[in-house]
């Protein structure tokens, strides 16, 4: 392949690929899986469909923490918050980044926090100024290893996690978490939690060892979201 061909190839938008990206099951195999335009925009949806019920508006301003490599996870929802017309800044879930998310905290009127680290939360929490404030965000979306931090300093977040290659959050504090039931299906298994995708993705798979625990609860959400919920076990 010449430089030129590769330009070619690298020029405007793919036609079937949005991106590729790689996860790690349960037994620490690492899986790479594409992702087709169509469920991108199903994803944005369904993440459109998530803020609104969470009560974010246009004019809030929400911080997002994320590394650029979760981007096939996050950017559905970056992009629901650009369709909402919600402004956002972002930083990154280190804990070398933490003081970046403070300053953030302290200078705007930040409505919503999404995907808090366990690192950054024990940045955040050793600042009981910094507490405070984010104890007055009405959403303060923790990873489930920012969870513990967070609830130890007074705290109470909602959970957002990456379950293999799907993107899950909760509505409200131990709401349990929601994913789009057009796309997943999650089960609960001996040996842990799995994962199946139901929808017409470019990447198909069953039963995906999750490698973490927790219940699968199929009673409706006060919210009205559908599908079932999951309550993680930490």
């Not at 199903?42 to 923490?65: F, M, S």
């Not at 507490?131 to 979306?141: F, G, Q």
């Not at 931090?149 to 379950?163: D, K, N, Q, S, Y």
């Not at 509505?171 to 842990?192: I, K």
Request: hydrophobic letters at 45%; glycine letters at 10%; charged letters at 25%.
């Amino acid at each position: 392949m010449s430089r030129d061909s590769m330009a070619a190839d690298m020029a405007g938008r793919h036609p079937q690929l949005a991106g590729i990206a790689q996860f790690v099951q349960g037994d620490g195999a690492r899986v790479a899986f594409d992702i087709g335009w169509p469920e991108v925009e199903r994803d944005t949806v369904w993440a459109r469909r998530l803020i609104d019920v969470c009560g974010l508006a246009g004019g809030d301003h929400v911080l997002v923490t994320g590394r650029n490599a979760e981007g096939p996870w996050l950017n559905p929802l970056v992009d629901a918050l650009r369709a909402r017309r919600i402004v956002f800044s972002n930083a990154e879930p280190y804990g070398w980044d933490a003081k970046r998310s403070a300053t953030f905290l302290s200078l705007l009127p930040i409505k919503a926090v999404i995907g808090l680290s366990g690192e950054t939360a024990r940045g955040l929490t050793a600042d009981e100024q910094i507490v405070e404030r984010l104890a007055k965000v009405p959403l303060v979306w923790a990873r489930p290893d920012g969870v513990g931090p967070l609830r130890a300093a007074g705290v109470e977040p909602a959970t957002i996690a990456m379950l293999g290659p799907a993107l899950a959050a909760e509505c409200s504090p131990h709401s349990g978490l929601h994913l789009d039931p057009d796309e997943w299906r999650v089960e609960r298994t001996l040996d842990g939690l799995t994962l199946t995708v139901v929808g017409d993705r470019a990447f198909a798979k069953r039963d995906i060892a999750l490698g973490v625990d927790g219940e699968v609860d199929p009673t409706p959400c006060r919210c009205g979201l559908p599908g079932v919920r999951v309550r993680l076990t930490y």
